[in-house]
């Protein structure tokens, strides 16, 4: 089984997962490239590995939880004759790409590899909505998911290595468009001299609420526009919030989103 868990890299991240799964009575041995992150963690049962090496030897599974890519292959190369044989759960954010090769570079030391991508932020991790995507093999992932489930709903989206990366950012993309939607949206009222914080509890929230599921299901890679929809109607309206935006001194680059659904207008007025 994979009851013992090494974590690698005890940001805020690691440090959330740690404590989740120390909470589910896990076995936990922790490793950080800088030492004396681990203290709260060590009183509540956790062991501090010594070393990368230690680490990866005291856990059934591996986590890796680390800055970026670069980070995950400097960490692993001194520990990859330790780490053969065993699994590595990669929750550290990257790319497709990065993803596939990194599962490549392991397999070629007999390492097997679950790609993972964290839906969730550090106080969310182990609450309700926390969800993990992870991609490779299909009983790997079986193996995996119960063990690591008190982190957040395992959820599995293919074998290929590069998909919960796929997932994770292509989700984190409408994430940021909603972002910057509101961020505008706040800032326009604010502008003309709106209560920003009533703009957002009787506006604001009960509209995104409503409209959510319809932009998430509407969501398309065709340029094409549904007839209720009518291309000119809507190129109108977002070049009206352009130049309201304008009038009231909103600063341009707040305003990308509005030129992008622009555009898109555009081409399919063109195309018809
Ligand atoms: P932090 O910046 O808090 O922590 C970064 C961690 O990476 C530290 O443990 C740091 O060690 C370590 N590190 C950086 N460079 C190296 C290196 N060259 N070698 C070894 N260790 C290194 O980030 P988070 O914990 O927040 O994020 C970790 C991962 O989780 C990222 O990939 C992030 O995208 C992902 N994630 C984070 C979310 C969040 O909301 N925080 C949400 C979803 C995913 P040291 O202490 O020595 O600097």
Known sequence: SHERISILGLGAMGRA????LLEAGREVTLWNRTPGKAGGLV?????????VEDAVGAGDLTVACLLDDAS???????????????????????????ARELAGWLERYGVSLLAGGIMAVPPTVGTGGAFILYSGARDLFDRVAPVLAPIGRPHWVGEDPGFAALYDMAALSGMYGMGAGTDHAVALV??????????????????????????????????????????????????????ASGEAGVPADLA??????LWRMRRALAAR
């Open 43 to 51: 009183a509540r049962g956790a062991r501090e590995a010594s070393s």
């Open 17 to 20: 997962l740690a404590s989740a």
């Open 72 to 98: 995950v292959r400097e960490t692993l190369a001194p520990a990859m004759p330790k780490l053969a044989g065993r699994t590595l759960v990669n929750l550290t954010s990257g790319s497709v790409r990065q």
């Open 190 to 243: 604010h502008a003309e001299g709106g209560d920003v914080d009533t703009f957002k509890r009787e506006v604001l929230q009960p509209w995104m609420e409503q409209m959510l599921p319809i932009m998430v299901a509407g969501a398309d890679v065709s340029e094409s526009v549904p007839d209720e929809y009518n291309p000119a109607m809507q190129a109108t309206g977002l070049e009206n919030i352009l130049s």
């Open 256 to 261: 990308g989103h509005l030129r992008a659904s």
